[in-house]
């Protein structure tokens, strides 16, 4: 059974980077059909895709938060890693990573960790 | 950018009722529409893809038609581990992917 996991503070301070890791077990993140993601939801509940990346380094960004964003994989350690710079309150979210099945004329989120939620505030 | 709506956002339903939420694309997506639902607290776990492919242990009472902009998810006899929130999700503008707003079902 694939699990995945998310780590990192629940605390940041405004214009601070938040840092989030996300580790699989169960499964590698060497998969050659899928990306790995994250997507957050925000307190008024709408979920927003941030961005995907693959084992081999490939990186997909919403474009949104692209300027902001940095996503990274390390598959010696079989995990997968989110920083978003210059955070505001509006960041303020529960953080999912999942993984994409990305396939010919499919796609979607099929294993997801149990989500962090990550507060922005002074 | 893709847009997605649901409707309605939210619906009061009993246990054996028939319900269906809607879900439309601002342009075609052809048949590339994910359905999820989330429990409060948990991760949202996927039910149908592709607009009408039932994943894999998802209950038969659940179903998925549309294509195009205009989609459907159905139950069709609602069960208390059913009420939950559903969203829709697209992936035609892959590798940049969208989802609705949302619909409470309770």
């Known amino acids: 059974q694939l699990l995945l996991q998310e780590s990192g503070p629940g605390l940041v301070k405004p214009s601070e980077t938040l840092s989030l890791t996300c580790t699989v077990s169960?499964?590698?993140?060497?998969?050659?059909?899928?990306?790995w993601g994250w997507i957050r939801q925000s307190p008024g509940r709408r979920l927003e895709w941030i961005g995907n990346?693959?084992?081999?380094?490939?990186?997909f960004f919403n474009p949104s938060l692209k300027s902001r964003l940095t996503l990274s994989v390390d598959t010696s350690e079989n995990h997968f890693s989110l920083k978003l710079s210059s955070v505001t309150a509006a960041d303020t979210a529960v953080y999912y990573c999942?993984?994409?099945?990305?396939?010919?004329?499919?796609?979607?989120?099929?294993?997801w960790g149990q989500g962090i939620l990550v507060t922005v505030s002074s | 950018d893709i847009q997605m709506t649901q409707s309605p956002s939210s619906l009061s339903a009993s246990v054996g009722d028939r319900i269906t939420i809607t879900c439309q694309a601002s342009?075609?997506?052809?048949?590339?529409l994910n359905w999820y639902q989330q429990k409060p607290g948990k991760a949202p776990k996927v039910l149908i893809h592709d607009a009408s492919n039932l994943e894999t242990g998802v209950p038969s009472r659940f179903s998925g038609s549309g294509s195009g902009t205009d989609f459907t998810l159905t139950i069709s006899s609602l069960q208390p581990e059913d009420f939950a929130t559903y969203y829709c999700?697209?992936?035609?503008?892959?590798?940049?992917?969208?989802f609705g707003p949302g619909t409470i079902v309770d």
């Open positions: 169960g499964g590698s993140i060497s998969s050659s059909n899928h990306y």
């Open positions: 342009q075609d997506i052809r048949n590339y």
């Open positions: 999700q697209q992936y035609d503008s892959v590798p940049i992917f969208t």
């Open positions: 999942a993984r994409l099945r990305w396939e010919q004329f499919h796609a979607d989120f099929d294993y």
């Open positions: 990346v693959y084992y081999r380094g490939n990186t």
